[in-house]
């Protein structure tokens, strides 16, 4: 059958359209993976820095050997003051009791009696009269001193203030602690050469101490300024020290550690203890130059 060119025509038009219709299928191009790593992050271990409180040492200190429970700290009185206090046994059960002014002077001066039977702790009263203008500051010191040499063997005291007329301020006190304990030596120990002194104390003025080596005649023979290692100002905490001196004879001696007031220029406290010096030659005589 023979098609016209029209036919022909007209057939090409409609397949080259069916064509343009038809939709290629596209392939999906593939992801590529995403890529894990395999290396570890490694765990820090954070370590907290222990901070270490040195070790105030274990206070193991008695009653105070003279307590002065009236009046206390920081009190105002009038003439007489009224003194009161409890006290370790003493030389017939003698204390003295003094008022020392700021600028170091002695005010006023008497003694005190223990009230408990010898060797016995017990109370203690005294009435000091004094005669001042105005007001001063002022310093209680109640001591006990040695039957051998005349020493002070212990001595406590408190800040006051004192005036010539007005109301009194009686501060309260609270009972503490020795303020000054010696561990060693103790009493009748044999020293040859260094006096190894340690104990426990509260010092009053930039944690110093001073320990002293004293004779049979209540000399001086060596002395050696410490510190206490407390953890703080106003702490108390222990002392130690080796203080080495020379005698020529063997005798009672003592060891005396005080708390200087730089208030007064005198002691706040001080503690000792009675022991034997043995000889251990004097020292050499300074070289001649010529």
Not at 78 to 89: K, L, M, Q, T, Y
Not at 94 to 115: F, K, M, N
Not at 148 to 165: E, F
Request: include cysteine; hydrophobic fraction near 40%.
């Amino acid at each position: 059958m023979k098609r016209s060119p029209l036919f022909v025509t007209c057939l090409l038009v409609v397949m080259i359209w069916l064509a343009s219709c038809m939709t290629t299928p596209t392939t999906p191009i593939p992801t590529p993976p995403t890529a894990t790593s395999d290396v570890m992050t490694p765990t820090v271990d954070v370590v907290t820095p222990t901070v270490t409180t040195p070790d105030p040492g274990t206070d193991e200190r008695g009653e105070e050997s003279i307590l002065i429970l009236e009046p206390g700290n920081g009190s105002r009185v009038i003439s007489p003051v009224r003194i009161a206090g409890i006290a370790d046994p003493t030389f017939e059960q003698s204390l003295v009791a003094r008022l020392v002014l700021d600028d170091g002077s002695e005010l006023a001066l008497a003694p005190a009696q223990i009230e408990a039977e010898l060797g016995q702790r017990g109370p203690f009263v005294v009435e000091v009269p004094f005669s001042i203008t105005g007001e001063r500051q002022a310093f209680i010191q109640v001591y006990a001193s040695s039957a051998r040499d005349g020493g002070t063997t212990h001595l406590a005291s408190v800040g006051i203030t004192i005036a010539d007329a007005g109301a009194e301020e009686i501060v309260a006190v609270t009972p503490h602690p020795e303020r000054i304990a010696i561990f060693e030596p103790q009493n009748a120990d044999t020293i040859s050469g260094v006096a190894h002194v340690e104990g426990f104390a509260l010092a009053s003025f930039e944690q110093t101490l001073v320990i002293e080596v004293l004779d049979a005649d209540g000399n001086v023979i060596a002395s050696e300024p410490i510190m206490v290692e407390a953890p703080d100002l106003g702490q108390p905490g222990p002392f130690s020290a080796d203080v080495p001196y020379r005698v020529t004879e063997t005798g009672p001696g003592r060891i005396v550690v005080r708390d200087p007031s730089p208030a007064f220029g005198g002691d706040s406290h001080l503690a000792s203890v009675e022991v034997t010096l043995e000889a251990n030659g004097a020292y050499p005589a300074p070289q001649a130059y010529p």
